[in-house]
């Protein structure tokens, strides 16, 4: 259903899309399932809870206390971090290193300057 | 909103943006009954980009999409708890990530095929390398085996085997019992909210008599239809609990069972008057006494185009006569004998004494054209709801001919209304004709047995 912020203001519940934002709403917030030009994923009250993707490719997680890790994580040089304080870096040539974010990444970062 | 329906089918609903020709594209949504909803970028028609998915079995997927599959980055997690972060390839999990497994949280580094470890490192649920992961219970393909013939891999699919035969396998909490139909199905991994069932499955779900336990301290002993707690007995139930005759046996082996079961809770949800069954072909009236049990307070009707009486004509009739000498001795049955079911004033007089028929049985002798001649019994089904079920629709009596099916009057069937269910995937026994059809007069859903439906002659 295509909705309205008048609709939204009058607590809309269901499935509805506008032209920037198309999920599952409750009491006229993202509850749920829900998409926009910069991220899709998990919602709740208009907030991202769970799993986002956001249109860089960064994939976040949120918990109930607003508290949200990275989990894939797009470097400048084009490396990707995969994990949250600990995981594995894939370099742009394929290869990998796996270890913590700081000794992996930062560390790493710091030496090449 | 744009809902696609396919009538046997799961139905799809979407919403979101369309481009000029009307194709999904842009910023969309669908949910797809039974199965999942989808949240993401869309490209002609497809996912495509990035996308939130969630399976009614309790798996999520946010990540990345190319052309519907999963293709990129993405994290994937299971309802059983296990999670992996990473390479996506082909709609699995491929190539580098983080796996965090159902075995407390244990989590291998590294390269994965479809959530099986390759290549890379394990670390305890706080990080702290392992450097044998038999060292903590766990076999280099992320499995475990609690205990003798049980193993459970990373992500906390289950496989139980007995003499080197697989009986059961489990993933995300849907269990299929394999070569038998009664098992025990217990909780081996955490976040599972069953405790254990044990009864009657058929087809992969409970059914049949059972008892079930949640974590909670919830239980149900009773009825169980497809998976699901019911409060009414149906056709497997009372089959399953009463010794086996010839007649139920038949149908418990073929599984028309599930079919007979499927119609029965349509049948309870709309039927509100004392009913009247009707069973056309009476044999050694072992079906009555089951049909009395099922149906308590019906009037049950039973027609027979031989009477007790008969002079036989041949052997077969010789023996269909005796059969009827015995069966006219239940009692509370009304009996039609010398009465050709196919035989349109035969059929108004009944109906004049009894009224319509709420649930009419048509096992008379049987043969590939049979149902087309059923058209006066489908006149006097009762109001929307009357149900009409023909064993072996449009198969002639040879269980073992290769060619019983006559699949062109399959066709000429389907197109006036049946709905025709193939059992032979899944009868306990070979034989070759176990179709079976049902007629009502409002379309029903029937979901609970789409897998095994006819809907399209030419597959």
């Known amino acids: ?113 | 909103m744009k809902t696609h329906s396919n009538y046997y089918a799961s139905q799809r609903t979407y919403a979101g943006h369309h481009d000029i020709d009307e194709n999904e594209h842009g910023l969309g949504f669908y949910e797809v009954t039974m199965q999942g909803k989808c949240a993401g970028t869309f490209v002609n028609n497809k996912v495509h980009g990035r996308a939130a998915k969630t399976w009614i079995q309790g798996e999520t997927y946010v990540g990345q999409y190319n052309n519907n599959i999963k293709e990129g980055h993405g994290v994937h997690t299971w309802a059983s708890g296990a999670y992996f972060v990473g390479q996506f390839e082909n709609n699995m999990p491929q190539g580098y990530g983080v796996l965090t497994t159902v075995h407390d949280g244990v989590k291998f580094i590294g390269r994965v095929v479809n959530y099986w470890p390759i290549e890379g490192k394990w670390y305890t649920s706080d990080n702290i390398e392992i450097e044998d992961p038999r060292d903590v219970g766990i076999y280099h393909d992320g499995c475990v085996y609690p205990s003798e013939g049980v193993k459970i891999n990373a992500v906390g699919e289950t496989v139980v085997t007995k003499d080197n035969v697989i009986t059961t396998t489990e993933k995300n909490f849907i269990t299929t019992m394999q070569d038998h139909y009664n098992g025990k199905r217990v909780s081996y991994h955490w976040g599972d909210w069953i405790k254990w069932y044990e009864g009657g499955f058929r087809y992969g779900r409970y059914h049949g008599n059972g008892h079930l336990e949640y974590h909670n301290g919830w239980t149900h002993t009773g009825v169980f239809a497809f998976g699901h707690e019911i409060f009414h007995s149906t056709y497997t139930s009372i089959a399953t609990t009463n010794p086996e005759t010839r007649s139920t046996h038949r149908r418990l082996d073929r599984n028309y069972c599930m079919v007979y079961d499927m119609m029965i809770s349509y049948y309870h949800k709309f039927v509100d008057r004392q009913p009247v069954i009707v069973e056309f072909g009476i044999g050694r009236g072992d079906h009555l006494i089951h049909l009395r049990q099922l149906f308590p307070d019906a009037i049950i009707i039973a027609v027979d185009k031989l009477s007790p009486t008969s002079e036989p004509t041949n052997e077969l009739e010789a023996q269909q006569i005796r059969d009827l000498k015995i069966a006219a001795q239940i009692s509370g049955v009304e009996f039609y004998f010398d009465t050709d079911c196919y035989d349109k004033q035969s059929i108004y007089n009944i109906v004049s004494t009894h009224g319509d028929f709420d649930f009419a049985i048509h096992d008379a002798t049987h043969t590939t054209t049979a149902w087309s001649k059923l058209d006066t019994i489908r006149e006097v089904l009762s109001g929307p709801y009357g149900i009409l079920i023909t064993e072996e629709i449009c198969c002639n009596n040879d269980q073992n001919d290769e060619s019983s099916i006559d699949w062109h009057q399959v066709e000429l069937a389907l197109e006036t209304g049946w709905r025709i269910w193939d059992l032979r995937p899944v009868s306990n026994v070979k034989q070759t004709n176990s179709l079976i059809g049902v007629y009502m007069n409002n379309r029903f859903d029937g979901s609970e047995l789409n897998m095994l439906e006819i809907t399209d002659v030419s597959n």
């Open chain 1, 1 to 113: 259903m295509l909705v309205t912020n008048v609709m939204l203001q009058n607590k809309f519940t269901g499935l509805g899309e506008s032209a920037d934002t198309v999920g599952e709403y409750v009491n006229g917030k993202l509850n749920g399932l829900g998409t926009t030009h910069t991220r899709t994923g998990q919602f709740k009250d208009d907030k991202p809870c769970g799993y986002i993707i956001t249109d860089r490719n960064e994939i976040t997680y949120t918990d109930n206390n607003d508290t949200t890790t990275k989990l894939i994580t797009a470097l400048y040089n084009g490396d990707i971090w995969i994990g949250d304080e600990f995981g594995i870096l894939v370099k742009v040539d394929g290869q990998t290193v796996t270890g913590s974010y700081e000794d992996c990444v930062i560390n790493t970062i710091m030496e090449s300057k």
